[in-house]
């Protein structure tokens, strides 16, 4: 168990495939154990190689092979000699969250219900992957229930991805007013990936309430959103597109111009194009054709 992710950190490192492998190999023949997706052995293999060659083939996007050796775990599991019972339990918790998060790439949500409950039901809520099932329920759209679950996870204490997802449930509900508190705290937390999702939301809600007031002051309180060095160019390009139409709604055209100009150089949003040139006319009107005509003075 202290092995593993050990092994683990080297399989994922980036350019060790080779050096990896030979390392595994290594260290099935010491424990006498098989790699193969089809095993001879089945039952009788180390459980803890199962899984880390399971995680080998989930970083490469292998799902299927992937669930072989998962499940390939389960059984091989059943049958090694732990030094006890409860070591044997955490190994099966363990093997079944790793399965519901396998699942959640896949999409099989039904299925990262299931393995979540069981793990949960051997250990408790809370742990690895706790925020996966309230993520499921939201996928099925099944909000209730992915509020619900979100809850319970947020009692056992505060995790961010748990919390967005509340948020997303509340939203898809229609709780607008409760979502708008979980994005809050998200948006204002230390969570680099949620963060920027939670606080671009946040301004969507404002933006279909007509409150642009609020909408403005919301992406300005959080600065982060413009931080070139910080942000991807899909999120900069969001950012200042919405800003752009908060400034819009509020009459400060200057200001909404610069921000549709600048969510263009970082992407190619067909609503900041749409307000770009909407505003072009506005903040740069046409010569009086007219006096243009004319010509110079003699």
Request: aromatic fraction near 10%; proline fraction near 2%; glycine fraction near 6%.
């Amino acid at each position: 168990m202290a092995l593993e992710p050990l092994l683990s950190e080297i399989v994922r490192m980036s350019g060790a495939g080779h050096f990896a492998g030979s390392m595994l190999e290594a260290a099935a023949s010491h424990m006498g154990t098989q790699l193969q997706l089809s095993e001879s052995n089945a039952g009788h293999n180390n459980y803890m190689l199962d899984v880390t060659v399971a995680n080998v083939w989930q970083n490469k996007k292998h799902y299927d092979n992937a669930e072989k050796k998962y499940q390939e775990a389960l059984v091989d599991v059943a049958t090694f000699p732990f030094p006890g019972e409860a070591e044997r339990t955490w190994a099966m918790i363990d093997i079944y969250r790793r399965l519901a998060g396998l699942y959640t790439d896949m999409a099989q949500y039904v299925n990262v219900i299931a393995y979540q409950n069981a793990a949960e039901a051997m250990a408790g809520a809370g742990g690895r992957y706790k925020h996966l099932k309230c993520f499921a329920y939201y996928k099925l759209k099944h909000f209730d229930e992915a509020v619900r679950d979100c809850t319970k996870q947020l009692e056992t204490g505060d995790d961010m991805e748990t919390r967005y997802w509340r948020a997303k449930s509340y939203r898809a509900a229609g709780q607008n007013d409760a979502a708008l508190k979980d994005f809050s705290v998200v948006a204002d937390s230390q969570n680099r990936h949620f963060r920027t999702s939670a606080a671009i939301d946040m301004s969507v809600i404002y933006g279909d309430r007509k409150d642009m007031a609020a909408m403005l002051e919301s992406l300005n309180k959080h600065a982060y959103l413009f931080d070139e060095k910080g942000q991807s160019e899909q999120d900069l390009a969001v950012s200042y597109n919405n800003r752009c139409y908060a400034y819009m709604q509020l009459g400060r055209l200057q200001e909404a111009f610069a921000d549709c100009s600048v969510s263009l150089k970082h992407g190619n949003l067909p609503d900041a194009y749409q307000k770009y040139q909407e505003l072009l006319k506005k903040v740069r009107p046409e010569p009086n054709k007219s006096n243009a005509q004319d010509g110079p003075a003699i």
